[in-house]
């Protein structure tokens, strides 16, 4: 039985929306068990309201919780009561196995890397997100690209970088169901000598992978593309990149409503269009996708979006259950193993470093 | 020899009650005998056994399967089994046909439950006779045999267990309150007019209802959650009506209406556990689901572990190597009783009587509303 820990009182709509979704997924996942973490005396209210399995859902109280907007380090000095905060300890305790949340990015992230361990051969974790893009990938269909690091850390060496493509490239494998991932770097061209040094290295390494399906460089542009399955960046450009994306989406949608507003012909236009555009919103839904996984640790954590509703959050707790039942963390660490070994095999320069690596 | 005849003589009885030509009707008490002191009367589809209605096929697949095919729910045969001694009366009441007493009770003597009454529906009668509203109604139909069951034996407590996808709870309620006097026959007579009883069947529940001896006798209503409907959706009967989702839950409320000994609440959870559908942690959930809908105090769950604790000491798991040990299992449930931290316990605001005529109303509106969407 995987247990999954979900902070029921993160999120612009908790706990309402996180509790109903919990609810639902405890009638999906009927090898899950749920910890709702939160006040448990509001949460006793609303677990009632709504069908669910009272074997498979269980209530957790926590006093306090983070607010979206608090500031992470503050909030949890001051709160160490928190439902993120106990949620993360609950995990780390070995009585929950996974961890869903909506609420403070970086609270949940800093309550994770606080209490968690990272996987033997992980240096650094890393937040993903996905982007929908035009070409679609794995048995599914996907048509959502992964890109990782989105802010978990800001800097990234060259060792660092392939970590993430290992890392990215399991979760699409399992999560995506694609068996061999393309994964890229991101860079300022696609030929191997260009970006900044660690960029450079890890290309060098990456070529040597044969774990990997690595496919180069590839530019910006290309991921609304889908050149890439996993687009691997350094937390500062993932999470600029990230915010120009949905910056790009916003202001096309706001667009559309302008053009609606001003001409008939453009509104009919747009009315002869609706069915494709509410076509491609399904297909583009994140909240079909549930979350974004944070990796590298011994646990898998799938944030969820702060504006997730019930249907969201079922999604990022199923999200959490196939990466558990999948092994997700297990086959990261088996990965980092083999390229570890691989590594120490490799003869050394005078200087210590691998020879092939700058 | 004159038992012989008096066999054959019963012999074109019991072949009409086979094929639902004559109805079964339920024996009381023989002459002489005491009443029962608790009687458990149970439904079975959905609430003892594992019934699928949603669509044709599952109708077809229910009516061929055989006694051996069909499956009860964790738990439910351990309750059973546990409610029957101290020479507890069971009835059963289902709204399954009548040709399907033998492969039923088959099922019942397979898993060792014992019963003193086993009333079905006779929808062969209902079909030669043309009456096709009786085919789906549910009032009409159980409430007599509830009330016919009790003027043949009245206990002076009942315990009814139901499940959510029919009219159960409104039946068990009205039951409840008619043999309380809480409802007077005017107001039955509006009830069965609500609920397009025919006017002789009407008639019959009017003089039942009149005859059947009157105590506030029905303490404990069960309704299983088969559909995992919103407990929520029952607080309007009151505190006396238990949505469960499993037996494990009911068990733990009649340990705490004194009905059941912690030793029996084990025993239900082994059964739990052996059907491979409930691990410990499942339980140990169950448990702090009922605290938390103020079904059971904390005071009592704890006292349950340190009890059954104490049976297991004393052999009740001997042999059952499968386990964690005991205290390990007593702690998890304290653990989920902990994890609650200080909230209030739930308290059940005091519920208006019931307008069962409005319940009625609801239901046959809920009932066409799945039928418009294509599930039973």
Same mark, same amino acid.
């Given at each position: 039985?995987?247990?999954?820990?979900?902070d029921a009182?993160?999120?612009d709509?908790?706990?309402?929306?996180i509790?109903?979704g919990?609810?639902?997924?405890?009638l999906a996942?009927t090898?899950?068990e749920?910890?709702?973490v939160?006040?448990?005396?509001?949460l006793?209210?609303?677990?009632p309201?709504?069908?669910?399995?009272?074997?498979?859902?269980?209530?957790?109280?926590?006093?306090?919780?983070? %607010?979206?907007?608090?500031?992470?380090a503050?909030?949890l000095? =001051?709160?160490?009561?928190?439902?993120?905060a106990?949620a993360a300890d609950?995990?780390a305790?070995?009585e929950?196995?996974?961890?869903?949340?909506?609420?403070?990015?970086?609270a949940?992230?800093?309550?994770?890397?606080?209490?968690?361990?990272?996987?033997?051969?992980?240096?650094?974790?890393a937040?993903?997100?996905?982007y929908?893009?035009?070409?679609?990938?794995?048995?599914?269909?996907d048509?959502?690209?992964? @890109?990782?690091?989105v802010?978990?850390t800001i800097?990234?060496s060259?060792?660092?970088?392939?970590?993430?493509a290992?890392?990215?490239?399991?979760?699409?494998?399992?999560?995506s169901?694609n068996?061999?991932?393309?994964?890229a770097?991101?860079s300022?061209?696609?030929?191997?000598?260009?970006? !900044?040094?660690?960029?450079?290295a890890?290309? =060098?390494?990456?070529?040597?992978t044969t774990?990997l399906?690595?496919?180069g460089? @590839?530019?910006g542009l290309?991921?609304?593309?889908?050149?890439a399955?996993?687009?691997?960046?350094?937390?500062?450009?993932?999470?600029?990149?990230?915010?120009m994306l949905?910056?790009v989406? %916003?202001?096309?949608?706001?667009l559309?409503?302008?053009?609606?507003?001003?001409?008939?012909?453009?509104?009919?236009?747009?009315?002869?269009?609706?069915?494709?555009i509410?076509q491609?919103?399904?297909?583009t839904?994140?909240q079909?996708?549930?979350g974004?996984?944070?990796?590298?640790?011994?646990? !898998?954590? @799938?944030k969820?979006?702060?504006?997730?509703?019930a249907?969201?959050?079922?999604?990022?707790?199923?999200?959490?259950?196939?990466?558990?039942?999948?092994?997700?963390?297990?086959?990261?660490?088996?990965?980092?193993?083999?390229?570890?070994?691989?590594?120490?095999?490799?003869?050394?320069?005078?200087?210590?470093?691998?020879?092939?690596?700058? | 020899?004159?038992?012989?005849?008096g066999?054959m003589?019963?012999?074109p009885?019991?072949?009409?009650?086979r094929?639902g030509?004559?109805?079964?009707?339920?024996e009381g008490?023989p002459?002489?005998s005491?009443? !029962?002191r608790?009687?458990?009367?149970?439904d079975?589809d959905?609430?003892?056994?594992?019934t699928?209605?949603?669509?044709?096929?599952?109708?077809?697949?229910s009516?061929?399967e055989?006694?051996?095919?069909?499956?009860a729910?964790?738990?439910?045969?351990?309750?059973?089994?546990?409610?029957?001694q101290?020479d507890?009366r069971?009835?059963?009441?289902?709204g399954?046909?009548?040709?399907?007493?033998?492969?039923?009770?088959?099922?019942?003597?397979?898993?060792?439950v014992?019963?003193?009454?086993?009333?079905?529906k006779?929808?062969?009668?209902?079909?030669?006779?043309?009456?096709?509203?009786s085919?789906?109604?549910q009032?009409?139909?159980?409430?007599?045999a509830m009330?016919?069951?009790?003027?043949?034996a009245a206990?002076?407590?009942?315990?009814?267990?139901?499940?959510?996808?029919? =009219?159960d709870?409104?039946?068990y309620?009205?039951?409840?309150?008619?043999v309380?006097e809480r409802?007077?026959?005017q107001?039955?007579?509006?009830?069965l007019i609500?609920?397009?009883?025919y006017?002789?069947d009407?008639?019959?529940?009017?003089?039942?209802?009149?005859?059947?001896?009157?105590?506030?006798?029905?303490n404990?209503?069960?309704?299983?959650?088969?559909?995992?409907?919103?407990?929520?959706?029952?607080?309007?009967?009151?505190p006396?009506?238990?949505?469960?989702?499993?037996?494990f839950?009911?068990?733990?409320?009649?340990?705490?209406?004194?009905?059941?000994?912690a030793?029996q609440?084990?025993?239900?959870a082994?059964?739990? @556990?052996?059907?491979?559908?409930?691990e410990?942690?499942?339980?140990?959930?169950?448990v702090?689901?009922?605290?938390?809908?103020?079904?059971?105090?904390?005071?009592l769950?704890?006292?349950l572990?340190?009890?059954?604790?104490?049976?297991a000491?004393?052999?009740?798991l001997?042999?059952?190597?499968?386990?964690?040990?005991?205290?390990?299992?007593?702690?998890s449930?304290? %653990?989920?009783?902990?994890?609650?931290?200080?909230?209030?316990?739930?308290?059940?605001?005091?519920?208006?009587p019931?307008?069962y005529?409005?319940?009625?109303?609801q %239901?046959?509106?809920?009932?066409r509303?799945?039928?418009?969407r294509?599930?039973?």
């Amino acid at each position: 039985m995987h247990r999954i820990v979900v902070d029921a009182m993160g999120g612009d709509h908790a706990p309402e929306e996180i509790v109903h979704g919990a609810a639902e997924a405890s009638l999906a996942l009927t090898s899950a068990e749920i910890i709702l973490v939160g006040d448990a005396a509001e949460l006793g209210r609303l677990l009632p309201r709504m069908r669910h399995d009272g074997a498979r859902v269980r209530v957790h109280h926590a006093p306090t919780f983070v %607010e979206m907007d608090e500031k992470p380090a503050e909030a949890l000095a =001051a709160k160490p009561e928190s439902s993120i905060a106990v949620a993360a300890d609950l995990v780390a305790r070995g009585e929950g196995d996974a961890l869903v949340s909506a609420g403070n990015t970086g609270a949940s992230v800093l309550a994770c890397a606080r209490r968690w361990t990272l996987l033997q051969g992980v240096r650094r974790a890393a937040l993903a997100a996905v982007y929908p893009t035009e070409l679609r990938r794995g048995e599914k269909d996907d048509p959502f690209s992964l @890109i990782l690091d989105v802010g978990a850390t800001i800097d990234a060496s060259a060792d660092d970088l392939v970590g993430f493509a290992v890392m990215g490239s399991a979760y699409a494998k399992l999560v995506s169901q694609n068996r061999r991932p393309r994964v890229a770097l991101l860079s300022n061209g696609t030929e191997p000598g260009k970006g !900044p040094a660690s960029v450079v290295a890890a290309h =060098a390494a990456l070529v040597e992978t044969t774990e990997l399906n690595f496919i180069g460089n @590839i530019e910006g542009l290309d991921i609304p593309r889908g050149v890439a399955d996993v687009v691997v960046t350094s937390g500062f450009v993932g999470n600029v990149v990230l915010k120009m994306l949905e910056g790009v989406s %916003e202001t096309v949608v706001r667009l559309a409503r302008y053009a609606h507003k001003e001409r008939l012909a453009w509104r009919l236009g747009l009315i002869a269009l609706s069915s494709a555009i509410d076509q491609l919103k399904m297909i583009t839904d994140w909240q079909q996708y549930g979350g974004a996984p944070l990796l590298g640790f011994t646990h !898998p954590f @799938i944030k969820a979006h702060g504006r997730s509703n019930a249907h969201a959050v079922t999604n990022a707790i199923k999200v959490a259950h196939k990466a558990l039942a999948g092994n997700l963390c297990g086959n990261i660490a088996r990965t980092m193993a083999e390229l570890d070994e691989r590594a120490s095999r490799r003869p050394r320069t005078a200087d210590g470093s691998e020879s092939g690596a700058p | 020899m004159l038992g012989r005849l008096g066999r054959m003589a019963t012999l074109p009885s019991r072949l009409g009650q086979r094929i639902g030509l004559f109805d079964h009707v339920p024996e009381g008490l023989p002459a002489g005998s005491s009443p !029962p002191r608790h009687t458990f009367r149970w439904d079975l589809d959905k609430t003892y056994l594992r019934t699928e209605f949603d669509s044709i096929g599952d109708l077809v697949r229910s009516a061929i399967e055989t006694a051996a095919d069909k499956q009860a729910y964790p738990g439910a045969t351990a309750l059973l089994r546990a409610l029957r001694q101290d020479d507890h009366r069971i009835c059963i009441v289902s709204g399954s046909p009548t040709q399907m007493r033998q492969v039923l009770a088959a099922k019942l003597a397979l898993d060792g439950v014992d019963y003193d009454e086993f009333v079905l529906k006779n929808n062969l009668k209902n079909l030669l006779r043309g009456r096709f509203r009786s085919l789906r109604a549910q009032i009409p139909y159980k409430l007599p045999a509830m009330l016919q069951s009790r003027i043949g034996a009245a206990a002076e407590h009942e315990t009814l267990f139901g499940d959510d996808a029919e =009219a159960d709870a409104i039946i068990y309620c009205l039951y409840a309150d008619l043999v309380a006097e809480r409802v007077s026959l005017q107001d039955l007579e509006r009830v069965l007019i609500a609920s397009r009883a025919y006017d002789d069947d009407a008639l019959r529940i009017l003089d039942l209802a009149r005859r059947v001896p009157k105590h506030d006798a029905v303490n404990r209503l069960f309704i299983h959650l088969d559909r995992r409907s919103a407990p929520v959706g029952f607080r309007h009967y009151g505190p006396r009506l238990v949505p469960v989702f499993n037996y494990f839950q009911a068990a733990l409320v009649l340990y705490g209406d004194h009905v059941l000994s912690a030793r029996q609440v084990i025993f239900v959870a082994l059964e739990m @556990i052996d059907s491979g559908q409930f691990e410990v942690g499942h339980l140990a959930t169950s448990v702090q689901d009922v605290i938390r809908r103020g079904r059971i105090t904390r005071e009592l769950a704890l006292q349950l572990a340190a009890e059954a604790h104490e049976a297991a000491r004393s052999g009740a798991l001997s042999g059952r190597n499968d386990l964690p040990p005991f205290e390990q299992i007593a702690e998890s449930f304290r %653990e989920r009783v902990r994890e609650l931290g200080p909230t209030e316990p739930y308290q059940f605001e005091s519920t208006a009587p019931l307008d069962y005529v409005r319940l009625v109303d609801q %239901e046959h509106e809920h009932r066409r509303t799945r039928r418009r969407r294509g599930a039973h």
